[in-house]
């Protein structure tokens, strides 16, 4: 990491807990909390006492390089795998059935039957999920192209990826979690996909966002938390990053995190 200026310090002591700045509204809980939340693999520790709060109806990036913790962090909002220590909770939950029914996840390999149709596909995701919303699939399938009746196999990468984005857009969750959700696609849709992310979450839901392609994706974002060795190392709003630091969020990412 590079340290060599002075005015940014993105290391804060371990005994304090970073606190985004935009404010909760009032009485209302977080959606998701973690503290002092920890996850190792063998010797290796993939997070290390992360703590943060986020609030509904924000937008909020979890940024940092390959092998910084963000998709460990996502898998353990969804109860996929178990904390070594600390405590990560949804709602006031702990991950589990109860939670997991508030929560959209969008993983970074693709989980789907490649040999079932679209349309099939929808039809699964209708059936199994209650709050599905099987016209909103449908609007963004045709407009991005898509055919329903193809299958899955037969779909380029890009637009495999697409299906899945959308199969997880059409949920009226409340805490959507999307990893690296533009990576895979071409620069023509991501445009499309930004605005299917902001147009399709409910004004009281919450997305966190994986990704390491800042540039297209920071005008979406209300807050952001940067990971580095699996450490909350910078957690606040866009805007108020932007005003301490004289630079768009994808420059200090850059700067910070440069090889």
């Known amino acids: 990491m590079n340290t060599q200026n002075d005015n940014i310090n993105l290391n804060p002591p371990a005994a304090e807990t970073p606190v985004l700045t935009a404010p909760p509204a009032a009485g209302a809980a977080p959606l998701l909390s973690c503290v002092g939340l920890s996850k190792r693999f063998g010797h290796t520790a993939a997070l290390d006492g992360a703590t943060f709060e986020l609030q509904r109806g924000r937008i909020t990036g979890l940024l940092g390089p390959n092998g910084s913790g963000k998709t460990t962090l996502l898998k353990l909002a969804c109860g996929l795998i178990a904390p070594s220590a600390g405590a990560i909770l949804i709602n006031g939950l702990a991950p589990g059935a109860a939670s997991k029914r508030a929560v959209s996840y969008l993983p970074e390999r693709s989980y789907l039957n490649d040999w079932m149709r679209?349309?099939?596909l929808v039809k699964f995701f209708a059936d199994f999920y209650?709050?599905?919303?099987?016209?909103?699939?449908?609007e963004m399938l045709h407009n991005l192209g898509i055919e329903p009746k193809a299958r899955l196999k037969t779909l380029s990468k890009g637009n495999q990826e697409k299906v899945q984005l959308i199969l997880v857009m059409s949920r009226n969750a409340q805490l959507y979690l999307l990893d690296e959700p533009i990576g895979g696609v071409d620069p023509a849709a991501r445009e499309y996909i930004i605005r299917t992310i902001i147009g399709n979450y409910q004004p009281e839901s919450t997305v966190l966002l994986s990704t390491h392609i800042i540039t297209d994706i920071e005008q979406a974002l209300d807050d952001v938390i940067f990971l580095d060795?699996?450490?909350v190392t910078l957690q606040g709003s866009v805007d108020d990053i932007r005003a301490q630091h004289g630079r768009?969020?994808?420059?200090?990412?850059r700067e910070v995190f440069r090889c």
């Open 229 to 231: 060795h699996g450490r």
């Open 130 to 138: 209650a709050d599905f919303d099987s016209a909103r699939a449908g």
């Open 248 to 253: 768009s969020v994808d420059s200090l990412f």
């Open 118 to 120: 679209v349309e099939q």
